[in-house]
């Protein structure tokens, strides 16, 4: 297969909902990052694959497809009043905020249309989707999260009316509004790798938040712990690619978040380099017709290198940021083998994704190790005790 493009779905209206003077990380600032990053390869000769769109305008109505009608209309009533006004201590919205809103809405569709041609397309827009869910906050998060609606949700129900659908979100952060949104629904898959919601907003996507009615079983949350590296982000893609393979999606939609990127931000802790992003931007677009990827969150760095190295991966080129593999803490590995351990747990309990026979062996072999090795450790302490490792 030759190089993919990847249309780059951008408007400057995105940078009108703003704070003055940035007071806040969710700033205008984030979009200068992510285009400096598009444009970083743009400068290698990819221009071509990386074809600049604007974005349309579409009406907030649209959101009423994901969102509670009169969420809809009351939020459209607050941004046509032009004022600056806080919805919750992370979340604002300003005069430009209508603007930025309109081009959200537009892009989404935008994003739609060339995905049923077949075309993949990534959306560089403010403000994020993921954590706005059907009334606003979503399940037990206490904010919206600087998110007021959500396009990530918007493309996957339009583009699930005509397909079969996936979500998967590599932002750091639980898409909370986007299983808020699908929680019921049984046709839309929606697999969610963020760093452990025991330490991090916002606090929800737990291996065993997986869906509830026909949507149970739908719905897998990779939890990855604080100080983890590529390794475990590595071993979480395979997971991602098996169930992928499972699913046969015919499209794609990322929540496409680079706040995983180590340095990206002093909010997290996670210690992921460009590998981890090439490669499952490369994964993905080898399993759909058609991706479409959506900016999250990513505040530094990610912005610049993590999302350039994810770009490369959909277009299907060699990752021209190369970074030596980051690695994760002994600690950090554990808790996340326990953590998968009851993700695969969750999954074969519902049985709507079929893992290959490997995995699940590999649980039920670690978990005799575990036991070999704490029956060891029993022995040697007993051992120890009995003699008296001072008078040795
Ligand atoms: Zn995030």
Redesign the pocket.
Known sequence: MGPLKVAILYHDDFKLHRLDPISHPESPRRVDLALEGVNSLASQGFERLLPMVKAPKSPLESFKLVHDKQYVDSMEGLLRSGRVSWLDPDTYVSPGTLEALLRLSGASHKAVSLALKGVSSFIVGRPPSHHAGFKGKALKAPTRGSCIFNATALIAEVLSRHGRVAVVDI???HGNGTQDIFYSRGDLLHIDIHQDPSSLYPYTGFPDDAGEGEGAGTKVNIVTPPASGDDVYLDALKLVDHILSFWKPEYIVVSA?F?AYRGDNDMTVTNVGTRFFHLIGRMLSSKARSVVSVL??GYGEGLRKALPAYLLGLMGKKNELWEPKTRSSRGAWRLYRAYKKLTIYTIVEHGRIMLPEELESEIKREERVFRLKEAGAKGRKRKRLKKGWWRR
Do not use: L
């Open positions: 932002d750091v952060h978040g706040d999250e969150g």
